[in-house]
């Protein structure tokens, strides 16, 4: 517990350091108000104080932006820029060419990814190999527990809605789905909710999709494509989470209290308390599962993982492929290798501001063995 407590200091003085860093050094003093800076320190202060407040978590991700590939590179240029009169400093912009060319460089991005990604199916290759010929079929990864779940719980976010009626015709195979939109990933509850209705189990389907501004008719939406796959209406839940973690595993907790299928936070956190209780299939993307999961836990909730929209194939044992063609064209910078750079690299800065909020137990980007499969 201390450790983590020393962990929280030391990343939070990091934070700090370098804000002050970027304010004070790279931007030219004449421009740089001291109640701004003091203003930008407050703020980040405030993300961290405040309880739970969507508005505190976009602020974090404004104060973040600058750590993102974009926006660094954008930093760097503006400081080659800075001294006026066309002249440019040839450091930072190398720099920013830098950045840019690593982040949309596909072989790169994937390799990056492939790295989170691959630490899943090695945990799903590690339990199946422990289990061998012993472990009753229930307990095999991928198919166990779902007779105990109260609810499969599908994690989506705004734009999922709006793409969840345009299937692509480019699904990849359930090694490596490469479509990310809601859609999928009801497909795949849909499946989980039939087999556990075959093993006995009742289980509501939560999603978790756009903000509180949605309309009615981009809900009916989602409710007629689980309803075409075959959920019955009594058990579709939606709520306006989005892919806003901590609230939708608040929303998840809060009606399964209501539907009296869990017991309040305070017993559920209890030492031993929650051994037996139902547990909650989550669908969620495969890079932002294991923040998914460890933050349901957080708060009492026995999570199953159920990762899906891989964004990456999985690696060969020296993690590059074979294919000279294939090796070459991924040494050319694309749009696509940028955004999966940029998605990686928001999902490891979001799990930091998870860390440091106290919703995760650890920072650890990798996958935690103790999340149950």
Same mark, same amino acid.
């Given at each position: 517990?201390?450790?983590?407590?020393?962990?929280?200091?030391?990343?939070?003085?990091?934070?700090?350091?370098?804000?002050?860093?970027?304010?004070?050094?790279?931007?030219?003093?004449?421009? %740089?108000?001291?109640?701004?800076?003091?203003?930008?320190?407050?703020?980040?202060?405030?993300?961290?104080?405040?309880?739970?407040?969507?508005?505190?978590?976009?602020?974090?991700?404004?104060?973040?932006?600058?750590?993102?590939?974009?926006? /660094?590179?954008?930093?760097?240029?503006?400081?080659?820029? $800075?001294?006026?009169?066309?002249?440019?400093?040839?450091? +930072?912009?190398?720099?920013?060419? *830098?950045?840019?060319?690593? $982040?949309?460089?596909?072989?790169?991005?994937?390799?990056?990814?492939?790295?989170?990604?691959?630490?899943? =199916?090695?945990?799903?290759?590690?339990? /199946?190999?422990?289990?061998?010929?012993?472990?009753?079929?229930? @307990?095999?990864?991928?198919?166990?527990?779902?007779?105990?779940?109260?609810?499969?719980?599908?994690?989506?976010?705004?734009?999922?809605? #709006?793409?969840?009626?345009?299937?692509?015709?480019?699904?990849?195979?359930?090694?490596?789905?490469?479509?990310?939109?809601?859609?999928?990933?009801?497909?795949?509850?849909?499946?989980?909710?039939?087999?556990?209705?075959?093993?006995?189990?009742? +289980? *509501?389907?939560?999603?978790?999709?756009? !903000?509180?501004?949605?309309?009615?008719?981009?809900? &009916?939406?989602?409710?007629?494509?689980?309803?075409?796959?075959?959920?019955?209406?009594? @058990?579709?839940?939606?709520? #306006?989470?989005?892919?806003?973690?901590?609230?939708?595993?608040?929303?998840?907790?809060?009606?399964?209290?209501?539907?009296?299928?869990?017991?309040?936070? @305070?017993?559920?956190?209890? +030492?031993?308390?929650?051994? @037996?209780?139902?547990?909650?299939?989550?669908?969620?993307?495969?890079?932002?599962?294991?923040?998914?999961?460890?933050?349901?836990?957080?708060?009492?909730?026995?999570?199953?993982?159920?990762?899906? $929209?891989?964004?990456?194939?999985?690696?060969?044992?020296?993690?590059?492929?074979? &294919?000279?063609?294939?090796?070459?064209?991924?040494?050319?910078?694309?749009? &696509?290798?940028?955004?999966?750079?940029?998605?990686?690299?928001?999902? %490891?800065?979001? $799990?930091?501001?998870?860390?440091? =909020?106290?919703?995760? +137990? &650890?920072?650890?980007?990798?996958?935690? !063995?103790?999340?149950?499969?």
């Amino acid at each position: 517990m201390l450790l983590v407590l020393l962990t929280r200091i030391l990343l939070f003085a990091s934070i700090g350091l370098l804000i002050w860093y970027v304010f004070t050094k790279v931007i030219a003093q004449k421009y %740089l108000a001291w109640f701004g800076g003091v203003l930008l320190i407050a703020l980040l202060i405030i993300s961290f104080a405040i309880p739970d407040d969507g508005t505190i978590q976009s602020i974090w991700r404004l104060l973040s932006f600058p750590l993102t590939p974009l926006g /660094a590179s954008l930093i760097f240029i503006g400081v080659s820029l $800075s001294e006026g009169g066309g002249k440019m400093k040839p450091r +930072p912009a190398a720099i920013a060419l *830098f950045i840019l060319l690593f $982040s949309s460089t596909p072989l790169f991005s994937r390799l990056l990814v492939s790295q989170a990604e691959q630490s899943i =199916r090695e945990a799903y290759v590690r339990q /199946a190999e422990l289990c061998g010929e012993v472990c009753r079929i229930e @307990d095999i990864p991928g198919t166990g527990n779902l007779a105990e779940a109260a609810a499969i719980v599908v994690l989506g976010d705004r734009n999922d809605i #709006n793409r969840a009626i345009t299937i692509s015709t480019d699904i990849a195979t359930a090694d490596a789905p490469t479509y990310t939109a809601l859609a999928p990933r009801i497909d795949y509850a849909a499946e989980l909710y039939a087999e556990a209705r075959r093993l006995g189990g009742a +289980p *509501f389907v939560v999603v978790t999709a756009g !903000s509180g501004n949605e309309d009615s008719t981009q809900r &009916d939406i989602i409710r007629d494509i689980m309803a075409r796959n075959g959920i019955a209406s009594q @058990d579709i839940q939606i709520e #306006n989470s989005g892919l806003d973690i901590k609230g939708a595993a608040n929303d998840v907790a809060d009606f399964l209290e209501d539907q009296q299928l869990i017991d309040d936070i @305070d017993e559920r956190l209890a +030492p031993g308390a929650n051994e @037996d209780a139902p547990r909650v299939v989550l669908v969620a993307p495969a890079m932002m599962m294991s923040r998914a999961a460890l933050t349901f836990e957080r708060i009492g909730l026995q999570t199953i993982a159920r990762p899906t $929209s891989f964004s990456t194939l999985p690696l060969d044992a020296d993690g590059l492929t074979d &294919d000279l063609t294939d090796t070459l064209l991924g040494l050319i910078p694309s749009v &696509d290798a940028l955004r999966l750079t940029t998605e990686y690299w928001d999902e %490891l800065l979001t $799990s930091l501001y998870y860390f440091l =909020r106290g919703w995760l +137990p &650890d920072f650890n980007f990798g996958w935690d !063995s103790s999340i149950e499969l």
